[in-house]
């Protein structure tokens, strides 16, 4: 079967190069430049209109399966200088946040934007993603990511603001959270979530799962309280030696998810009304 289109490398792609040993190269196909990796060179005029799934070889003899980046392959590459949250947190965090096509989402703390982006796969063209970010640096890399790997994005509102001074948004479908004290966000949160929206946080150790829990739980207007982690380990599959890797990440962060609720004496009025 000939490559279709769709396959072919164009200039300006992101383009992963895979060595023998599986290690991983991202690289930009620059028309007129050459991708440097591991002591060798290729011309990038060479590679583009080649198809996704071909070997190319630099001028060091090395090597290297050529593709596009999946999603889940370009989060560990992508530049950073804060922590993202990783592939094997980033698809339950978009199930159990229940990101949906059309839903409108905030986003709390966007550092380099590797969740950003998969927000805004997972809401498509008709929802919405506002990001808060503290810092600027942050929210100009998240941008600068966003735009080298995503395109442009419309519907995506990045706000250099401390999450802390409230949010603007109300009547919103869906909120994530990654700092350090989700829990001083709640009353935020709650007035900015519609009832029957969900609430997401990702923390990374114990104590903060407990403070945010109970403050959860106290406050009056959240329910469904749900907290989790994810193991995810790769297996080592070659001719007989089939068996777990060595090495797995151990432990990343733990997700916390409520539902924001009616307070309880407005449900129950709601419940007898006619
Ligand atoms: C761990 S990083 C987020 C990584 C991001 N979720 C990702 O996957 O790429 C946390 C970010 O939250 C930002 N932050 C911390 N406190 C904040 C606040 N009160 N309001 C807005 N952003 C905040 C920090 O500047 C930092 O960039």
Redesign the pocket.
Known sequence: MEPSDASRLQPGDNVLFIDRKEREYLRRLKPGGRVHIRGGTMEADHLIGLAEGCIAYNTARERFLVLRPSFAQLIPNLPRR????YPKDIGPILLWGDIYPGATVIE????????SMALLRAVGHTGHVIS????AE?AEMAQANVRQFLGETPNWTVKV????AGFAERGVDRMTI???EPWQLLPAAAHSLRPGGVLLGYVPTALQVKSFVDSLRTHGEFAAVQSFETLVRFWHVKGLSIRPEHRMIGHTGFIVVARRVLAAEKAVENALTP
């Open positions: 804060a922590q993202v949250i709390v703390g966007t550092g380099p934007g590797a969740l808060y970010e503290a810092r942050f603001a401390d999450a802390l990654d700092i350090a």
